[in-house]
């Protein structure tokens, strides 16, 4: 618990985490420690749990019946698998993009304001630059900036990516949790979301689950493969790269499995 | 070798040589007699399958257009063979085609019918609309498990009860009790709106369970995953998704009530009159028409009178149907 006292605000620790899927155990004794402000990519083949343990962080698996959640995960100062920890509130600090651009039905600037207004924020004048403040963090106010007011299922993949990037910051998070949000992209507009996400380093404590190799070499400043429900490996992204410990991390990153 | 065989074919034509060309002609036929040319039992099975469609389409389509046909030429002839005003038609409001009024034409005034129509379809709607969204919700977001174990059977079952069944009850549960209630008979919009709304209170639940059901999961999650409370999510994301599917629902639940006689006929009190309250006896198009087919003559203005409403009730339910599509077409894009 010591340890728990001196590490900073919005640091995240993962403490014995343990996830079940009914009898399914689907992580085994997960302890991490993510730095602030730094990407994290989470590496490892299909049903290995990396996105399981993505939504631990910010408890969308409470949605699945029959899942039990055991160990800790320490945001700042709190355990927030802890059951007094209000999902909903969590859920406005811990941001998360899915793999598909969900956007909603909506015009551009309603997804946006989607966020903030549920959370209170009714002034006009107010979400007017929020909208704008968020999507020009999301690189993408100059491409929509005449057509707030358009239905936002008309834009092209990648603006919708980005799109809900800019909807997930409305809501000021001070962590964002990233599941594959690029695998439904061409390389342009993966290209163009890489950049986004090496921007929002400065402001934002990322975690990103990734099947390509390369983005992860690419964007991120430290790497864990996942294997089995278990964290295999984790470290400084180049090392993992350059000189793995285990000869699986080794053959995963060589494309051997997965 | 050859030389023998073309002596031998001057005695016998039978083996006569043949000429490139001919050789060429014979060897196109041989081709065309391959089994790859041949017709085969599958494709003369397929030919008659596709006639057999065709014949069932061709005869579905020209049930229908005789049917547009004959409503529309007997619904016009009121106004072309007998006379009558389509002005009268629409604001006269009485009913009476036998007599013809001192202008000489025949007395039918369809406003109370028409009122009485479009009263009971819409508050039958008005009232139904927020129990089935609800149910629905309940059924999808709240409780899916009961909902599909138990809800989703009972509800099937309600939209097979036949409407005579529906009628039977309003006339034995809900008219006395508006009489014990409300000043008159019982009789009236009220007891009509009652019984046509809980009649389509299982059809507009079912369609709109579907509408709801068919909002993807992921903006649901994308919805709770921004901080939103469950409610919210039902409110601002599924219910706004889901909006074209649910107003479908609403509308094809307003053309169920709009045609149906029946049990509207049984409960409403069938005076051809605009009532001045919901409690007092009104009617209804279907409910004027069921009551009065059984006493006309084919060809007199009395039977013209009646193809005239019924025409009415299928234009009305061509806009429903018109509507439905439009919906759909703006939903698909």
């Known amino acids: ?21 009914g009898t399914h155990h689907a992580l085994k004794n997960i302890n991490l420690k993510f730095e602030e402000k730094r990407i994290t990519a989470l590496i490892g083949p299909s049903g290995c749990g990396k996105s399981t343990f993505l939504r631990t962080m910010n408890r969308m698996n409470d949605l699945i019946p029959g899942v039990k959640t055991e160990g800790a995960i320490w945001i700042g100062k709190e355990n927030i698998t802890d059951s007094s920890i209000d999902p909903v509130e969590l859920r406005k600090k811990v941001g998360m993009v899915f793999q598909h651009a969900s956007v909603f039905p909506f015009s551009i600037y309603e997804n946006i304001a ?28 100059d491409e929509v900036k005449d057509q707030l007011d358009q239905s936002a299922t008309g834009l092209s993949g990648g603006q919708q990516q980005r799109l809900t990037i800019a909807r997930t910051l409305a809501t000021k998070p001070e962590i964002l949790l990233m599941d594959e949000p690029t695998s439904a992209l061409d390389p342009i507009s993966t290209a163009k979301v890489e950049e986004l996400i ?14 390509n190799m390369q983005q992860a070499a690419r964007i991120a400043d430290f790497t864990a493969f996942f294997l089995n429900g278990e964290v295999k490996e984790y470290g400084q992204t180049a090392t993992i790269f350059s000189n793995p410990l285990f000869s699986e991390t080794k053959e995963y990153i060589a494309g051997k499995f997965g | 070798m050859h030389k023998e065989l073309s002596q031998k074919s001057d005695y016998n034509l039978q ?3 043949i000429s490139k060309g001919e050789y060429m002609m014979a060897k196109m036929i041989k081709e065309t007699e391959h089994p790859l040319y041949r017709k085969s039992n599958k494709m003369r099975m397929e030919r008659f399958g596709k006639g057999l469609t065709f014949l069932s389409v061709a005869l579905a389509a020209a049930i229908t257009a005789a049917i547009l046909f004959l409503v529309f030429s007997k619904g016009l002839s009121t106004f072309i063979m007998n006379d009558g005003s389509v002005k009268d038609f629409f604001t006269g409001t009485t009913w009476n085609p036998a007599e013809v009024n001192s202008l000489g034409k025949p007395i039918i005034g369809a406003l109370p019918f028409l009122v009485g129509s479009l009263a009971v379809t819409g508050i039958s709607a008005l009232l139904s609309a927020p129990l089935a969204i609800g149910a629905a919700i309940f059924m999808s977001e709240i409780a899916p498990k009961t909902g599909k174990r138990i809800m989703q059977p009972v509800i099937e079952l309600l939209v097979g009860i036949p409407s005579v069944v529906y009628g039977f009850i309003g006339l034995t549960v809900v008219v006395p009790f508006l009489r014990d209630l409300f000043p008159g008979s019982g009789f009236g919009i009220a007891a009509g709106t009652i019984v046509l709304s809980v009649m389509i ?17 992921s903006l649901r999650e994308a919805s709770l995953a921004l901080g939103s409370t469950r409610w919210q999510m039902i409110c601002e994301v599924v219910l706004k998704t889901a909006k074209p599917g649910l107003m479908m629902a609403v509308i094809f639940g307003m053309a169920r009530a709009f045609g149906e006689a029946l ?10 009159v605009i009532p001045h309250s919901l409690f007092e006896p009104a009617s209804t198009l279907t409910s004027i028409l069921t009551m009065g087919m059984g006493y006309t003559v084919m060809g007199q203005i009395e039977n013209n009178a009646l193809w005239s409403l019924a025409l009415v009730l299928l234009l009305m339910s061509l806009f429903f149907t018109i509507t439905v599509r439009m919906i759909g077409k703006g939903k698909s894009s």
């Open chain 1, 114 to 141: 989607y966020g903030p207004r549920i959370h209170g924020e009714r002034n006009k004048k107010v979400l007017d630059e929020i909208v704008e403040e968020n999507l020009r963090a999301a690189a993408l106010w």
């Open chain 2, 201 to 217: 209170l299982p059809t507009v639940t079912s369609l709109a369970l579907d509408a709801i059901q068919a909002v993807p999961r």
């Open chain 2, 15 to 17: 083996v006569s040589p």
């Open chain 1, 198 to 211: 090496q921007t929002l380093k400065e402001h934002y404590t990322i975690i990103i689950v990734t099947h």
């Open chain 2, 263 to 272: 049990a509207v006929q049984m409960v409403i009190g069938n005076a051809a």
């Open chain 1, 1 to 21: 618990m010591n340890v728990v006292n001196t590490i900073e605000q919005s640091v995240i620790q993962t403490e014995n985490l343990q996830f079940y899927y």
